[in-house]
């Protein structure tokens, strides 16, 4: 038998390869590319429904919760929505090869930035088979061999897809192998993948908290993930109590299940007026609401929260609320308990704005705007493959950009060091 | 005892919130620290030759190597050229805060980028205290909070360079912990210190092969590194044949223990008429030339090269020289056996130098320039804390703005998504 390590050298080897030649091809190439593989999947819909009706199947026998069949089944719409998916990706501008900040330095050479592809990213993932062809058609536009790792609950559906994706790079003159998929449902080549740091650039998690734990603990690839969105708003006393209600209400309620929605309410002492309004709203649209002593005197309704409550993502129809004294009350409740996600402030005060847009740490910080904003989509980027918490290389939603690097260049001529 | 995780613990707390103070410290109040820390190693010159002797002293008795103990030796001269990196740094635009790229959004929305901090940064060092200085200068401008880890040779001397930084930075008002000696010499602290993920955000390593070797295998902290430097000119056939002589000999002779020196020299086959002059002026330095079969022809004092030298960064008057057929030999060279630090090519042909610039996947790709150019000072970074070979984050020479990150900003009226 074929090992898991053997099985990602070839790969890994596969896709080095293929991403030397996708590092240099033309723009007009990879939308070829991309265009022919969202036709593909018009013209193979059957197949790909028999394949996921294979998933199905086996996720009716082994009771997969509602929630994930759900996620993992296609039908037609969904593969029409991954081929416009591709379509919309030929449409962004291509970042490869843009040249920046390029200045004439004493010396006389000219020195600046060239974008470049990052190499081979690794893209682990649960669930979705449209992640198979949104994340391979990101990696393909900016010029990177990818290699998948979808759910073993998907198998048969991301290799349906995959074919399409191979077929099409053939087609249009491509390497293939800058799209693999791990054709296996041995997890032995996920810990395979992670640690494969003569192939892999870069890996990309994208899964729920567990799997992204396991990932970061265990990788020595580089990873870029997202772990928790634990983003608060903040109501400062010098807010317009109408704004304040509506994106309080917009940030908690526009949709409960994801990563940039509210989970935690922070009032200042002087703005508690508002809060009966939202508290009454939020309670009218089933929400549970959790809060300090201040918030609990406002309505009966309200629950004690805990400690345990600040350091919570509910994803789910549940706030915590706390009456805090001043902002600088607000910016420590947000150094302490948010995961760095997307934090907001409602004020009129200019200084009191500029001093937490400075002064909080967050991937995306807001001042009188709703959380739901921090999305690639409304950030421009067109298209995202996730949002980073980390620090380094990429911060926020990460698009086409955040799956480069830049090299230097210099042009001279004929200058040499004295 | 403290145990070494327990030490890493305190340090890494001290760090943490100094580093949030220090993240609004205004830059009046960086630069006032630097200056009176300027000052102070000139007030403090006795103290610091003190220390720095009672380190000379046991590197006789420990018989250092003359090359580490030149290394490891402080003189007035040295402490003076300290304080001026010092001021030097000072002088230095603050990158911290800069908000770029803001434009409006079609919801309404302004969506742009801050420039911020990193946080909290580990430096591992070997021999020369100057690092002590240049290093704690970089992070504390760029508004990061360091640990210092310095080697165990030149332990009284950082201690005294820390202590004036120290003093320094209390005096300009900050808190002084943002600079911070390990002040132990037990190498569990190494170890400590490039895994305590909830504390460091990222590891950076100033030292030889083995040291940068051990840190990259067992550091879960991200870590900015620079392994080798494998440059290489590439001299085409269309050259300008007195431009590449003088390059050539620029990139070997100039200086030959550094990482942007020349290992390789390729040459088009269509150009080996500039081979001779060239191997005979390195002669004449005293560089030992190792050179293909088509080489050798050229000279009888040329020694045949092998892979293994292709491979090799000698840094010493050791030059390999390869003929190839045409660029793209030299390019699939490059790729095969270049570092990724710093590759040239010499050409007067202006597709064959945009297909170089584009295809080489260096951190620089320089055309008609000496590699030697490959420098944060000559980038107009103004100073570096290293150069990176990884892809993530930061390529090439790292100043103040590889020591920071973005944040997304977003400025609204009350928009909400709908």
Redesign the interface.
């Known amino acids: 038998m074929t090992s898991a390590i053997d099985i990602m050298n070839t790969l890994g080897k596969q896709a080095k390869i293929s991403a030397?030649s996708l590092?240099?091809a033309d723009t007009n190439k990879k939308n070829q590319a991309l265009t022919l593989a969202a036709n593909r999947f018009r013209e193979d819909m059957a197949d790909i429904l028999a394949a996921s009706a294979k998933d199905m199947d086996n996720a009716e026998k082994n009771n997969l919760e509602p929630a994930l069949k759900d996620r993992l089944a296609l039908n037609e719409e969904r593969v029409e929505a991954m081929a416009q998916g591709l379509e919309e990706v030929a449409a962004l501008p291509d970042p490869v090869?843009a040249i920046s900040d390029l200045?004439y330095?004493p010396?006389g050479?000219q020195?600046g930035h060239?974008r470049?592809p990052?190499?081979v990213i690794g893209i682990i993932y649960e669930s979705r088979p449209n992640v198979t062809a949104d994340a391979a058609a990101l990696c393909l536009k900016s010029g990177n061999a990818c290699i998948l790792r979808g759910g073993s609950e998907a198998i048969h559906s991301n290799r349906a897809v995959a074919k399409c994706l191979r077929f099409a790079i053939k087609e249009a003159g491509l390497d293939e192998n800058v799209v693999q998929l791990i054709d296996s449902t041995d997890r032995a080549l996920v810990g395979a993948l992670i640690t494969a740091k003569d192939y892999v650039?870069?890996i990309i998690p994208r899964g729920g908290p567990s799997l992204i734990k396991r990932i970061s603990a265990e990788a020595n690839v580089?990873v870029i993930k997202h772990l928790d969105g634990i983003c608060h708003v903040y109501i400062d006393k010098a807010a317009?109590r109408?704004?304040a209600v509506?994106?309080a209400?917009?940030?908690k309620t526009?949709r409960y299940g994801v990563c940039n929605a509210m989970e935690t309410l922070l009032v200042h002492q002087g703005a508690v007026d508002c809060l009966p309004e939202i508290i009454q709203q939020l309670l009218d649209k089933g929400v549970e609401v959790r809060g300090c002593a201040r918030t609990q005197a406002m309505n009966d309704a309200v629950i004690a929260a805990t400690d345990e409550d600040w350091a919570t993502e509910y994803l789910a129809p549940v706030l915590s609320i706390r009456v805090v004294d001043d902002v600088q009350q607000a910016i420590a409740h947000i150094?302490q308990y948010s995961s760095a996600h997307t934090e907001?402030i409602v004020t009129k005060d200019y200084a009191t704005g500029q001093m937490f847009?400075?002064?909080v740490?967050?991937?995306?910080?807001?001042?009188?705007?709703?959380t739901?904003?921090?999305d690639g989509f409304?950030?421009?980027l067109g298209a995202e493959i996730g949002i980073s918490t980390d620090?380094?290389?990429v911060?926020?939603?990460v698009g086409l950009e955040g799956l480069t690097?830049?090299?230097?260049?210099?042009?001279?001529?004929?200058?040499?060091?004295s």
């Open positions: 030397v590092r240099m090869g200045v330095r010396s050479i020195v060239m470049v990052l190499g650039d870069v580089p317009d109408e704004m509506a994106i209400l917009n940030a526009h150094e907001t847009l400075r002064q740490d967050s991937a995306s910080v807001m001042w009188n705007a709703s739901r904003f921090a409304e950030y421009g620090r380094l290389h911060r926020g939603p690097t830049q090299k230097w260049i210099v042009l001279g001529n004929g200058e040499v060091r």
